[in-house]
């Protein structure tokens, strides 16, 4: 199967997770591959044509049960690697997506069960994301909130964070901002809504946008 079949599958499955029956929409697939929207019409006519999906007119893409293996498999694949790289070869966590991007395509499922094996089996990337396990089955997540959704005097810890923009990633590295941290939000702006919060004693200053990628655990 071709790199770029992979890729889009997965995209799609990430897009969709939870809710693997919702239709995701072309946009947004342009979007997180940074790709033209010709570029994504043309590839959903083949992934349907070989059974992997299924394009609803003027509502989105929705993955077949084939699609979602393969998907869902590609997911293993990339956060296994990402795994791999923070714990074992101690790559910071802004920079293993990109390798593992390259990793995810180039190596079989048996040898991600035995790099599974030899992590003990991590329930979570480096991010806060779920692992599916050989089954395809995904752990549960805690019921975390995202960022952008809570009010002033909020406090919790930071749980996940589900963009991968090596400068995001680095900016919320710089800042202290990792998994487990507590975070307090302070103030919301106004004009923008941009989150003015403080994490470790730093001040972290995010827009709406951004702070829809961080999701905190109010549980505790």
Not at 20 to 37: N, R, T, W
Not at 155 to 180: P, Q
Not at 192 to 197: A, E, P, S
Request: aromatic share 8%.
């Amino acid at each position: 199967m071709k790199q770029s079949t992979q890729n889009y599958l997965k995209t799609i499955f990430s897009l969709a997770y939870p809710h693997l029956d919702k239709k995701v929409k072309p946009s947004d697939i342009a979007k997180k591959l940074d790709v033209s929207p010709a570029a994504v019409t043309d590839m959903l006519k083949k992934l349907e044509v070989s059974g992997f999906a299924k394009t609803v007119p003027y509502s989105g893409v929705v993955l077949t049960k084939e699609g979602v293996k393969v998907g869902c498999n590609m997911v293993r694949h990339h956060r296994l690697w990402e795994a791999f790289l923070s714990r074992v070869l101690k790559v910071p966590w802004d920079k293993v997506h990109d390798e593992a991007e390259r990793l995810e395509h180039a190596c079989s499922d048996e040898l991600i069960n035995k790099i599974d094996v030899h992590l003990g089996f991590p329930k979570f990337d480096p991010h806060g994301n779920p692992i599916p396990d050989s089954k395809g089955v995904m752990p549960t997540l805690v019921k975390d909130i995202s960022l952008s959704k809570c009010s002033v005097g909020k406090k919790g810890k930071i749980s996940r964070v589900v963009e991968t923009d090596e400068s995001f990633l680095n900016y919320l590295r710089k800042k202290g901002a990792y998994l487990g941290k507590e975070l307090l939000v302070k103030e919301i702006v106004e004009f923008d809504g941009t989150l003015v919060c403080e994490v470790g004693g730093e001040s972290l200053s995010v827009s709406k946008q951004a702070a829809s990628h961080i999701f905190v655990d109010f549980s505790e």
